[in-house]
């Protein structure tokens, strides 16, 4: 495989620092789903800890490498998962941090980072303006701006996910993996190419947020002027080149799916799995359910990245219909 940002001694190193409040957690056959997916379908649960995401595997290395180098202050934007995963782990290193977040986000993540400690700063507009938003503070005050995705500590955390993986399943097919800015897919996808190369590593974008997928598709970065998902917590629309370029070298396929099978998704994993997921974390499944001839008869890992959900907008979401079992 040729090189990627990321150095698999890192990864392995990552591990040391994360707090294991995020390590290890729950992988397992979820036989309940199998009748309506059609494949073996194994579970990677990473919504069991107190930021309800896989985001803090790499906020715990950002933080880290900044309390170690004396840094006391921080900025990132955010859909609000990375906002309350770098404000656990900042409150923990006394670093001051400062998240940027659209006005329009999920209410429940903006009250968690509010919660844990920090500063939190609302725009008129989407993610990728509060991205811009949040770079303009940290040349203005001076101090780091964590990128999410581009920083290779964010990818380094999200990779240990993948070393559990292949550790514990003896052996898979394909991982389906959320895609949005891309730290959780060149995370993972570097892990398994090089662990267990005979697994597909699969991103699963929402057709209303296919920026990404679009550009790994063409092979250069692809932009969308707005997005239209449930799906918030991987709705970008401008990829980052050097992501880009280690998704290309990582990645199988980018697949798209309905709003409806990610709802769809959503049910099935309260239904047969007792799981509460946002959006983001049902990908995988939506996936399956729009092209279960791929998937039929083999065995699928997905990996369940967060549980942060407006509980009325989730209500609203899972109660709409019975799932298609065609």
């Not at 006391?72 to 404000?87: D, E, F, I, P």
Request: include cysteine.
């Amino acid at each position: 495989m040729q090189e990627t940002r990321l150095d698999m001694a890192r990864i392995r190193a990552a591990r040391q620092v994360i707090d294991p409040l995020f390590l290890d957690t729950p992988l397992y056959r979820c036989e309940a789903l199998e009748p309506d997916l059609g494949c073996t379908v194994s579970i990677k649960l990473e919504t069991a800890n107190p930021v309800r995401s896989f985001k803090a595997r790499g906020t715990e290395v950002v933080a880290n490498l900044l309390a170690d180098r004396g840094t006391r202050a921080v900025v990132c934007a955010s859909a609000g998962n990375l906002g309350q995963a770098l404000a656990w782990s900042g409150r923990g290193r006394g670093l001051d941090v400062t998240v940027v977040a659209s006005r329009f986000a999920t209410v429940t993540k903006l009250e968690r980072v509010r919660a844990l400690g920090a500063r939190l700063e609302l725009v008129d507009g989407d993610h990728e303006m509060a991205r811009e938003r949040a770079a303009a503070i940290a040349q203005y005050e001076g101090i780091r701006l964590v990128e999410d995705s581009l920083d290779t500590e964010t990818c380094e955390g999200a990779a240990t996910i993948g070393l559990e993986l292949v550790d514990t399943v003896a052996s898979f097919d394909a991982v389906l993996i959320a895609l949005g800015g891309g730290a959780l897919a060149t995370g993972v996808g570097h892990v398994v190419k090089a662990l267990a190369p005979r697994a597909e590593v699969i991103c699963v974008q929402p057709l209303g947020a296919p920026a990404m997928t679009h550009s790994w598709r063409q092979r250069r970065v692809v932009t969308t002027d707005s997005t239209s998902t449930i799906a918030d917590g991987v709705a970008g629309r401008y990829p980052i080149p050097a992501v880009l370029d280690d998704l290309l070298l990582v990645a199988d396929d980018a697949v798209l799916v309905q709003e409806s099978s990610i709802v769809a998704g959503m049910r099935m994993l309260l239904t047969h799995a007792g799981l509460v997921v946002e959006p983001s974390a049902a990908l995988g499944v939506a996936a399956i359910l729009d092209d279960r001839d791929r998937f039929a008869g083999r065995h699928i890992v997905t990996i369940v990245c967060g549980s942060n959900v407006d509980v009325d907008a989730y209500h609203r979401w899972v109660g709409a219909a019975p799932i298609d079992r065609s």
